[in-house]
C-alpha cells in the first residue's frame, strides 16, 4: 500500500507539547476519558483477584453446580460448581495479560525492524519490508492457528498465544514505523545531527524514535482489543488457553451451547469481553484524535 | 492476464460441482435424518478407526452381533451361512450366502472375502491391522515377505477357510468389527485410489449405498437395490454436519434430525431439554460397552508403592463426577471390563469405596503425610467431559493432600509422552472394538510393550504371560474364570488400574422415529437398517 | 502502467516467502500425523509402515522442492486424512465461500455507507450518534456472539431462515450478516471521516457559495472524493472474507475454505492445512493488488505518479 503520503509529525501541531495534548484530550473527549478510567479500573481488580474474588479460581462444589445468580454466587455458578464471578475476575489477568503481552512484543519488534529497514534502505530494507509482506498477506486467524498448531507440542497454550500474535502484529507496526523513519530522515534537525558525526544507532533511538511514539501509543492502545478478541476466538476454536487455567474466551467456549438455557455462564464473560475492548477502541481513538490525526483508520 | 485466467477457470470449476451438488435430489417418502458434529474422513474402513457409519451401512461383515430387547448380546450368522471351528481352534470353515449382491449387481464370492482380507494388510495406509494379525501369514505380509495371505484358503465360490497362528477364542467377534466389512474385488480393483472418496466408486453388499457426500456438509445414502436382507424401512437416510453443538441442539428441535445423538451436547444441556415429560419417553438408552479409567505410572515415584495407588483409587470420588459431569447416566465399576460386556463379573465388584480419610491414613503409612507433587497430563484435544474429569480428579486428590496438578499437552505430544512410558497420570476411555475381555485386558496388560506404551509399566510379567494364555483357553467358562481372576490380581490387589466407571450412551428420538436399536457396544455410528420409520 | 506490472513483479518473491514459511512451519513437526491419525491403535511397526507411505521419513529439502513444483503445476497435495487430493478439496469448499463473501461483503457496504454518510451529514447530532454506536458495537462484540445469537433469534425462535446453511441464498443471509456487521461498522467509521474532512476542503466551501445545494454538494463533489479510501477498503475486506470465515462457518454449518482450515488444524492434516494457507494467501495478495490498482485508477494524482 501507499505508506509514503503520510505528512510526519514533524510539520504538524507543533504549537502544542504532549501534556497539553493529554489535557486537550481529556476535555474533548469524555469518552476516552471514562475508558480509561474502566481500563485502570479492570487492570486494578485483575491484580486483586486473590483479595476480592468470593472464592477461589479452580474451587469446586459439585453440590452447587450451574446455579443462577443469586446472593452467593453473583453471576452463578458453571458446570463443576465454580463461582464465575471469581473465575471472571482471575480469567481477567489471562485476558488483559494475552492483551496487552503480545501487542508489547509486536510493538518492539516492529520498532526494531521498522526502524532498521527505514534508516538503513538497500537490501536490508527489501528483506525486511518482503518480510513484512509476506506476514501481512496472510490470513491473520488462519496463521495464528497454524503456530498455535506448530508449537502446540513445545510450550504451553499461553506462550504459544504470545508467540502466535505478535508474530501476526509485528509487520504492521514495522511498516508505520519505518515510513515515518523515511520521513523523519529527511528533515533538517536529523541531518544535522548526522552531519556533526552522531552514530547511527544513536540517531535512531533518540531523534527518530520519540518522533514515532504518539503514533505507535495509537497503534498499541488499537492493538490490545484485537489480541483479546483474537484470544476469544482462537479459544472458542478450543485450541487457545486449556484449563483448569480461566480466560474469558475459554469461559465462553466451555459455555457456549448454554447459552440460551443458562445464560449466565456465557453471558459475563462476553459482556466482560466486549467492555475491555469498547474501552480499549475508544480509548485509542481518542488518542489518535489528538496525538496523530494523519494516522487515521489505518 | 493469466491469473485472471486462471481464476476464471477455477471459479467455473468450482461452480460446476456446486451446481452439480445441488441436483441430486431424492424423491422418495420416508427419509431419516442424522445429525453429525464433524464430517467423516473417508468411506474407506480400512483407513480410519474412526469413521464407521457409512461402512456399518454399505459393507455386510460374515458375522454381526445382534442386539436383543433385553440388552443382551449374540452373535448371528449374517452374509456367512454358517461355519464350523476345527477341534483344535486353528481352522474356520465358512459357507457363504449365495444371494449376496453388490450394489453394482455383480454377486459376491469368497474371492471378494480374500481380497478383502489381503488388502487389511497390504494396503500401506491400513490402520485395521490389529485385532486380524492373529491370521496366519498376516505377519509375513505386513514385513513385506510376501503378498498373499496364507491363512485364508479358497475353496470355491461359496466356502472358504481362515487359519489362524494359535488360537484365539474371540476371532469370531473380530469378524463382526466394521474391521471385517467384506468389499468387492473387481470394484477394489477399478476404483484404486477412489475408493472411499468417491460415492459411485465405493460399493458394498450392505443394505443401503452411499450416492452423495459434499465434504464438511452433507451425505446422503439410499436402499441398494440388491439387497438380500429385508429392505430398511427408511428409503433415504440423509446426514448433515452441525459443527457447533447449539447448531445442532437447535436444528433437531426445529426438526431437522431425527436421532439426536446426546454426547454431542453437554450432559446439563440434554438434563434440562430432553429430561423433561416432553421428550422422556423418547430417550433411547443404551449401556456403552467401554470404561473410563486413570492410569498411575508405576515406573515413577511414588506411584511404585502399592499404598500410594490404593490410596488414590479411594480418593476419587467417582459417585461425584458421575452425577454431576454425567448426569448419573452411567454405573460405577470396580474393575477392567465394561458393566455390561462378556467378562464382567459382579464378583469383582463393590469393594473399592470413595474414602478420603482412609486414603490419607493410607499415605501417612506409606510415608506420604505431606503429600507428593503429581502430574495429570491432558490432552488438548480431549473432549470437555475429559477435561472436566481431570479438575475434579485434580480437586480429590489435592483433597487428600496429594499435590495433583493438570499439564496441557498438544495432542500428538500427548500420545507421544503416553508411548515413551513416561506419563505420570491420565484419564481415559477404553470403548470395546469386540465383545471379548481380551479387547481390554490385551491391550493395556498383554506385554511389557503395552504397559509402557499406556505408561502404565505394570511390571509383572507373569500377569502379562496368563493374560496372553487366556486368549488360548478353548473352554468357554475357564477362560471367563481366568479374566475374572485377572481382573481382580491387577485393580483390587496391585491397585494397577483406577478404576471409573461404564456410561450411558442417550439418542434422542423425533416423532418420526417408531424403533431405533443402536450399535451394540453404544457407538454413536449406527445400522441405518436399525431404524423403523413411522 | 509500468509500475503496474513492476507491483505485479513484486508479488513473487512474497509468494515464494509465503510458501517457504508455512512449508518450515508445518514441517518443524515430522511424526505427528500419524500417531494422530492411528489414535488408541498403534504399534511402532504400523507407525513406521504409515510414515514412510506419506513419505514423511523423506529429507525436509526434497519434500519442498517437489511440493513447490506440484504447486506449480496446481498440485497442493493429498491429504493424510481423506487421502484426497487439497486442490480438489479447496475447489469443493470455494463456491460456499464465494457466495458468502460476496453477500457478506454486499451488506457490510451497502449498510456501511449508507451509516456513515447519514453520520457525516448529522456529525455529532443524534443520527451520528447512534449509527456511530452501532458500528463500534459491530467492531467490539466476537463474531461468533454475534453469529449464535443471529442463529437463535432468527432461524430458532422466528423459524425465518433454516438453523444451518445448505448453500441456497436464503440459508447464506444470516451467516452473511453475521460475518458482514463487523466489516459494516469500519467502513461507517472510515466514510465518515473520509466524508467529514472532505467536507471541509476549499472546493466544498466555494460550491456552497455558488448556491448548490447541500445534498447535491454532498452527493455530487464530496461523497465522490472521500470515495476513493473506502473502496481501497472494500477490496481489502471482499479478499480477507474469501480467506473463509472460520467462526461463521463453523456456527451455521457452511463447508467452506474456514471450515477446511479447522477441520485440517484438528485432524493435524498437514498438506491440507498447508494448501488452504497458501490458497487464501494468494487471495488476499491478489486482493491487496486489485485494491492498489484500483486506487491507481480512480485518484488521478496518484495515477500520475504511477
Same mark, same amino acid.
Given at each position: ?42 487492570? /486494578?481488580?485483575?491484580? =486483586?483477584? &486473590? ?14 453446580? =450451574? ?44 520498532? =526494531? ?13 527489501? =528483506? ?95 492493538? /490490545? ?17 486449556? &484449563? ?22 456465557? /453471558?459475563? &464473560? ?29 | ?19 452439480? +451438488? ?54 448371528? !450368522?449374517? %452374509? ?93 467377534? *473380530? ?31 450392505? $443394505?443401503?449405498? *452411499? ?47 431425527? %436421532? ?62 458421575? !452425577? ?60 470437555? !467431559? ?37 506419563? $505420570? ?70 491397585? +494397577? ?20 436399536? $443402536? ?16 | ?6 507491483? #505485479? ?88 465461500? #464465494? ?5 457478506? @461483503? ?12 447519514? @453520520? @457525516? ?85 466555494? @460550491? ?99
Amino acid at each position: 500500500m501507499n505508506d509514503n503520503n503520510r505528512t510526519s509529525l514533524a510539520e504538524i501541531g507543533e504549537q502544542y507539547g504532549p501534556k497539553e495534548k493529554l489535557i486537550r484530550m481529556c476535555r474533548q473527549n469524555r469518552l476516552a476519558m471514562v475508558s480509561a478510567i474502566v481500563i485502570v479500573l479492570i487492570i /486494578v481488580l485483575a491484580i =486483586l483477584a &486473590p483479595v476480592i474474588a468470593p472464592y477461589g479460581e479452580a474451587q469446586q462444589d459439585l453440590l452447587a453446580r =450451574l446455579q443462577p445468580p443469586s446472593a452467593k454466587h453473583w453471576f452463578g455458578t458453571d458446570e463443576l460448581g465454580r463461582d464465575v464471578l471469581s473465575r471472571i475476575l482471575y480469567g481477567a489477568r489471562v485476558s488483559l495479560v494475552i492483551g496487552i503481552i503480545p501487542s508489547f512484543l509486536s510493538l518492539v519488534g516492529g520498532i =526494531l525492524l521498522g526502524l532498521l529497514a527505514g534508516y538503513c534502505s538497500g537490501w536490508i530494507d527489501y =528483506l525486511i519490508m518482503r518480510l513484512a509482506d509476506v506476514m501481512l498477506s496472510f490470513p491473520s486467524l488462519l496463521l495464528a492457528m497454524a503456530i498455535m498448531y506448530t508449537l502446540g507440542r513445545y510450550a504451553n497454550s499461553i506462550i504459544c498465544l504470545f508467540a502466535a500474535l505478535s508474530l501476526v502484529g509485528w509487520a504492521s507496526v514495522a511498516r508505520v514505523v519505518r515510513s515515518q523513519t523515511l520521513s523523519l530522515k529527511e528533515t533538517e534537525y536529523v541531518e544535522a545531527a548526522r552531519s556533526i558525526g552522531v552514530r547511527g544507532r544513536r540517531i535512531m533511538l533518540r531523534h527518530i524514535l520519540p518522533n514515532c511514539i504518539p503514533s505507535l501509543i495509537v497503534l498499541y492502545t488499537l492493538n /490490545v482489543p484485537s489480541c483479546i478478541l483474537a484470544e476469544s476466538t482462537l479459544s472458542f476454536l478450543g485450541i487457545g488457553v486449556q &484449563p483448569p487455567a480461566a480466560s474469558w474466551g475459554l469461559m465462553v467456549n466451555q459455555s457456549k451451547s448454554f447459552l440460551f438455557t443458562m445464560p449466565w455462564l456465557a /453471558v459475563f &464473560p462476553c459482556l466482560a469481553i466486549m467492555i475491555v475492548v469498547l474501552a480499549f477502541n475508544f480509548l485509542g481513538d481518542g488518542l489518535r484524535d489528538v496525538l496523530d490525526p494523519y494516522l487515521e483508520n489505518r | 492476464m493469466k491469473i485472471k485466467a486462471i481464476c476464471g477457470a477455477l471459479f467455473t470449476a468450482a461452480l460446476t460441482v456446486m451446481v452439480s +451438488a445441488s441436483a441430486v435430489m431424492a424423491d422418495d417418502d420416508k427419509v431419516l435424518k442424522v445429525g453429525w458434529n464433524k464430517d467423516i474422513q473417508t468411506m474407506d474402513v480400512h483407513k480410519t478407526t474412526d469413521n464407521y457409519m457409512v461402512p456399518l451401512n454399505i459393507f455386510d461383515r460374515l458375522l454381526e452381533v445382534q442386539l436383543n430387547d433385553d440388552g443382551s448380546t449374540e452373535l448371528v !450368522n449374517s %452374509i456367512a451361512k454358517d461355519y464350523s471351528i476345527s477341534d483344535d481352534g486353528l481352522v474356520y470353515s465358512f459357507t457363504l450366502r449365495d444371494d449376496v449382491k453388490f450394489s453394482d449387481g455383480t454377486p459376491l464370492t469368497a474371492e471378494d472375502v480374500e481380497a478383502t482380507f489381503t488388502r487389511m494388510f497390504t494396503l500401506p495406509e491400513s490402520v485395521q491391522t490389529d485385532f486380524t494379525t492373529c491370521i496366519k501369514g498376516a505377519q509375513d505380509i505386513l514385513d513385506g515377505k510376501t503378498d498373499t495371505l496364507e491363512g485364508l484358503h479358497v475353496t470355491d465360490d461359496y466356502h472358504f477357510e481362515i487359519t489362524l497362528e494359535e488360537p484365539f477364542a474371540g476371532f469370531l467377534s *473380530v469378524l463382526a468389527t466394521p474391521t471385517c466389512c467384506i468389499m468387492s474385488k473387481a470394484n477394489l480393483e477399478d476404483a484404486g485410489s477412489d475408493f472411499g472418496v468417491d460415492p459411485a466408486k465405493t460399493i458394498g453388499s450392505g $443394505p443401503y449405498m *452411499v450416492t452423495d457426500w459434499v465434504q464438511n456438509s452433507s451425505l446422503e445414502m439410499v436402499r441398494n437395490p440388491y439387497y438380500w436382507g429385508e429392505p430398511a424401512s427408511a428409503a433415504k437416510v440423509s446426514v448433515k454436519v452441525y459443527p457447533e453443538a447449539s447448531s445442532m441442539d437447535m436444528a433437531f428441535q426445529n426438526g431437522d434430525i431425527d %436421532i439426536l445423538d446426546c454426547d454431542f451436547l453437554d450432559t446439563a444441556i440434554v438434563d434440562a431439554t430432553y429430561e423433561t415429560p416432553a421428550y422422556q419417553d423418547r430417550i433411547v438408552r443404551i449401556n456403552r460397552l467401554g470404561v473410563y479409567y486413570y492410569f498411575l505410572n508405576e515406573a515413577l515415584e511414588p506411584m511404585n508403592d502399592l499404598k500410594v495407588r490404593q490410596a488414590v483409587q479411594m480418593a476419587i470420588d467417582r459417585e461425584g463426577i458421575l !452425577n454431576s459431569i454425567f448426569g448419573g447416566n452411567g454405573v460405577i465399576v470396580d474393575g477392567i471390563y465394561p458393566a455390561g460386556a462378556i467378562g464382567f463379573t459382579e464378583d469383582n465388584q463393590g469393594w473399592l469405596k470413595y474414602d478420603p480419610e482412609g486414603a490419607k491414613a493410607l499415605l501417612k503409612e506409606a510415608g506420604y503425610e505431606n503429600g507428593f507433587d503429581l502430574e495429570i497430563s491432558s490432552n488438548s484435544n480431549a473432549s470437555q !467431559n475429559i477435561k472436566n474429569i481431570l479438575q475434579v480428579i485434580q480437586q480429590n486428590l489435592q483433597d487428600v493432600g496429594i499435590n495433583a496438578h493438570i499439564e496441557n499437552y498438544d495432542e500428538s505430544s500427548w500420545i507421544a509422552l503416553r508411548k515413551s512410558g513416561e506419563m $505420570p497420570s491420565f484419564v481415559g476411555p477404553w470403548t470395546l472394538d469386540y465383545n471379548d475381555p481380551s479387547n481390554v485386558i490385551d491391550t493395556f496388560y498383554g506385554s511389557a510393550e503395552a504397559t509402557k506404551g499406556r505408561s502404565l509399566n505394570y511390571p509383572d510379567t507373569e500377569v502379562m504371560a496368563r493374560v496372553n494364555a487366556a486368549r488360548a483357553i478353548v473352554d468357554e467358562n475357564e477362560r471367563l474364570a481366568e479374566y475374572a481372576a485377572l481382573e481382580k490380581k491387577i485393580v483390587e490387589e496391585d491397585a +494397577a488400574w483406577v478404576p471409573l466407571f461404564s456410561l450411558q450412551h442417550r439418542f434422542v428420538l423425533s416423532d418420526n422415529i417408531e424403533k431405533f436399536i $443402536p450399535h451394540w457396544a453404544g457407538y454413536g455410528d449406527f445400522n441405518c437398517a436399525n431404524v423403523t420409520m413411522k | 502502467m509500468k509500475s503496474a506490472v513492476k507491483r #505485479v513483479i513484486s508479488m513473487i518473491p512474497v509468494l515464494l516467502g509465503v510458501m517457504l514459511l508455512i512449508f518450515i512451519m508445518l514441517r518443524i513437526v515430522p511424526g505427528d500425523p500419524v500417531t494422530v491419525l492411528l489414535g488408541e491403535h498403534y504399534s511402532q511397526e504400523t507407525i513406521d509402515r504409515l510414515t514412510a507411505a506419506m513419505k514423511l521419513d523423506r529429507p525436509l529439502l526434497e519434500q519442498f522442492i517437489s511440493y513447490v513444483l506440484g504447486v506449480l503445476k496446481g498440485d497442493l497435495g493429498i491429504s493424510y486424512v481423506s487421502k484426497r487430493p487439497v486442490t480438489m478439496m479447496i475447489l469443493q469448499a470455494l463456491p460456499y465461500t #464465494v457466495k458468502l463473501a460476496l453477500m457478506a @461483503a454486499a451488506f457490510a457496504w451497502v449498510i456501511g455507507l449508507f451509516a456513515g454518510i447519514i @453520520a @457525516a451529514v448529522k456529525e455529532n447530532k443524534i443520527p451520528d450518534r447512534i449509527f456511530m454506536a452501532f458500528s463500534l458495537a459491530g467492531v467490539s462484540v466476537p463474531v461468533f456472539m454475534s453469529a449464535l445469537l443471529l442463529q437463535y433469534i432468527f432461524a430458532f425462535r422466528l423459524k425465518l431462515f433454516p438453523i444451518t446453511s445448505d448453500g441456497s441464498i436464503l440459508s447464506m443471509l444470516l451467516p452473511a450478516i453475521a460475518l458482514g456487521w463487523n466489516s459494516a461498522g469500519s467502513i461507517a467509521r472510515l466514510t465518515r471521516s473520509s466524508l467529514i474532512e472532505v467536507m471541509q476542503a476549499d472546493y466544498i466551501d466555494t @460550491a456552497r457559495a455558488k448556491g448548490l445545494k447541500r445534498r447535491s454538494v454532498i452527493f455530487g463533489h464530496a461523497l465522490k472524493n472521500s470515495l476513493l479510501p473506502v473502496i481501497t477498503m472494500m477490496a481489502i475486506q471482499l479478499s480477507s472474507m474469501l480467506s473463509g470465515a472460520v467462526i461463521t462457518e463453523s456456527v451455521f454449518g457452511i463447508p467452506g475454505i474456514g471450515r477446511l482450515a479447522t477441520t485440517s488444524i484438528s485432524n493435524r492434516d498437514m498438506p491440507l492445512l498447508q494448501g488452504t494457507i497458501l490458497f487464501t494467501t494468494v487471495v488476499i495478495i491478489l486482493g491487496n493488488l486489485i485494491a492498489d490498482l484500483l486506487y491507481s485508477v480512480l485518484d488521478p494524482r496518484i495515477r500520475s505518479q504511477m
